[in-house]
T-cell receptor
């Protein structure tokens, strides 16, 4: 049973436009969320995170929004660049003793067209 | 500073064989984890560790063993390889909640 879901396997956007990647979770014990980016033949790399006490976190072109009542988060990339083309994974961490037990979604392949 | 080093990068096993995937980190991170990546399934947690001598199961632990005798090393053992264990395996370490540094992966094929 997938606790973290990314329902869009792929997304294509034009360079300079906004990319919006979505993620839903089911487990109410999750209180910390992260986005990772993965290029082919490499390991994932950390991109941005958000705690459940916030509803928005920004880092340059990347902004993560959290809607706790809907158990939904999204990653906005503005403006999108061809180098952003990669697989994006959202991940969730539970509160309590297993905070580093990170659960990932299935990923969304973003293609930014020049 | 090498980060997280995984060996081997590629491996082909016959069904029933056993092997150990090596993982070492030089960042003095407490937390380490093993994930497998399969098409359409994302990254699934196999086992994780919160420090030397302490390990716990993740989402898909069956068929795998781990131990953590030192802070630096976190090997993953396949007891009796099965074709269902064909996957890309990633080891990761972290000092801060959830912010893992991943290795470059081991691509395993079981025939």
């Amino acid at each position: 049973d997938q606790q973290v879901k990314q329902n869009s396997p792929s997304l294509s956007v034009q360079e300079g436009r906004i990319s919006i990647l979505n993620c839903d979770y089911t487990n109410s014990m999750f209180d910390y969320f992260l986005w990772y980016k993965k290029y082919p033949a490499e390991g994932p790399t950390f991109l941005i995170s958000i705690s459940s006490i916030k509803d928005k976190n920004e880092d340059g072109r990347f902004t993560v929004f959290l809607n706790k009542s809907a158990k939904h988060l999204s990653l906005h990339i503005v403006p999108s660049q061809p180098g952003d083309s990669a697989v994006y994974f959202c991940a969730a961490s539970p509160y309590g003793g297993a905070t580093n037990k990170l659960i990932f979604g299935t990923g969304t392949l973003l293609a930014v067209q020049p | 500073n090498a980060g997280v080093t995984q060996t081997p990068k590629f491996q082909v096993l016959k069904t029933g064989q056993s092997m150990t995937l090596q993982c070492a980190q030089d960042m003095n991170h407490e937390y380490m984890s093993w994930y497998r990546q399969d098409p359409g399934m994302g990254l699934r947690l196999i086992h994780y560790s919160v420090g030397a001598g302490i390990t716990d199961q993740g989402e898909v632990p069956n068929g795998y063993n781990v131990s953590r005798s030192t802070t630096e090393d976190f090997p993953l053992r396949l007891l009796s390889a099965a074709p269902s264990q064909t996957s890309v395996y990633f080891c990761a370490s972290s000092y801060s909640r959830g912010r893992y540094t991943f290795g470059s992966g081991t691509r395993l094929t079981v025939v």
